[in-house]
C-alpha cells in the first residue's frame, strides 16, 4: 500500500504514522481508561507480532481479528488510534482471505475518517477500498476510484512537499493501472474506451511529474504507451515509446522500446516491419553494448522471414541464434525454425537431422515433443512416397504385360485371316 505501512509489513508503535510525520492528535476528547484500553491491545498486538512464526500464522491473524473487532465496539476512544486499528483489522482480514469483510472495514475507516476529518486516513481507507473492487460492479468500482483520486489530489494540495508528491505520482499510476485491468473486462455498462481514456490522463499526468514517484518515469511512459496502444492511438505510442528508447535509462530495455515503436509504426512482417528491425540493429551494433532483448529482437526478425517464405534470409538469421540464448526453450525453438526452413525449402533429410539434433541438444525444451512428432510425420511421408512408387512399378508391370498380350492377340487373328483368304475367294466370284 502506497499510503500506508500495517504492522503485517513493518513493525511500528502507536504515536507515529507514516513515515512519522504526523503526530497523535492530542486534542482528541476520549477518556483516558478507553484510550488506554485501544493501546493495550494495538501495543501487544505489535510485541506479539514481532515474535511471530509463520507456522502460528493463521491462528495469530483469526485471534486478532477477534481482539481487534472488540476494541473497536467500545463506544469512544482516541479517533488517530481508532481509525490505525481499523486499517490494521482490514489488512488482517485480507491476509486471511476475508476481502468482502476487509471491503466493509475500509469503509467503515473511510466514514469515521470523513467524520474525524482526517483527510489521510479517509486517502488510506480509499486506497484499500479501491484494491479490493475486482468483482464490484462498475459503478461502485468508479466511485471508488474517484474517492481515491480526489482524495489524493487533495491531500498533495495540502501538503507540497517531496514524500507527499511521490505518494501523489504512486497513486495516479496505481489507479491508472486498475483502470487498464477493469477495462479488459467485458462486462455491461463498463465502458471500456471511457476507462482507458481516463488512465492515460493519469499516466500523462503522472509522467509529467519527472523524477517523483516510486515508479521510473520510464515505467510510466511505458503504461502511457500501453494504453495509447490499446485506444488504437498508434502513432501517439509509437511516439512515447521512442521517448523510452532515447531516454539514458537502464528500467527498460532500449531494443525492446524500439521494437515496440516499430509494431506501433508498421504492419507486422511486412517488408517495412524487417527494414525498421534491420535499422535498429545495425545502429545497435555500431553503438555497441549489451541488451538482454537482442536475441529476441533477432528471433522476431528471423521468424517474420520465415512468414514471408525467404526460408535462406531466416535460416541465416536464427541459425546463429542457437545456443545464444539463456533460455533454452527459445534456442530449441530457433533450431526448430531452421529444421522447417529446410524442410519447406524441399531439405526434409536435413530438417530431419536437425530435429534429431533438437531432441539430443535439448531434451526438456518444450519443442522436443513437436520436433518427435515432425519427425515421424517425415518418415511416414518418405514411406507412403516409396509404396507409391512401388505400386506404380507394379501397375507398368501389368500394363505393359497386358500391351504384350494384346499385340500377339491382335496378330495371331491377322494371320489366321490371311491363312482363310484363299479359300474364302473360291466361293465368291471367280475372276
Known sequence: MSF???ILLLPAFVGIVLGGSYPLQAADKTSKREVENLKAVYGRYQQESMQLKDADRPRFLAFWEDEFKKALALPEGSSFLRLRMMDELGAIQRALGKNDEASETYKEMAAYAKKSKDLESQVIAAQNQLELTANEPTDTFRQVVKNFEEGAQELANQRDNAATQKRYCDA???I????????????EGSDPKGLLEHAEKLFKRAAAMGDSGTSPLPTRLWWLG????RLGRREEAAETYGKIAAMDQTVLSRLWMEYLRICESTKKDSPEYREAIERVLADFSKRGGTDDYEITLRHELGLSYRKAKQYAKSTEILS??????????MNAYNMMLVADNYRDSGDPTTAKSLLNDLIKQFPKAGSVNLAAIEIKDMEEQVTGQDLAIGDAGQSRFWILTLNVATVIVLLAIFVVRRIRRPAERTRGTYL
Open 4 to 6: 500506508c505501512r500495517n
Open 172 to 174: 495516479l499510476v496505481q
Open 176 to 187: 491508472g493501472t486498475l483502470l487498464v485491468a477493469r477495462a479488459k473486462k467485458s462486462e
Open 226 to 229: 500501453q494504453t495509447q496502444s
Open 320 to 329: 546463429a541464434l542457437i545456443g545464444k540464448s539463456s533460455d533454452q526453450n
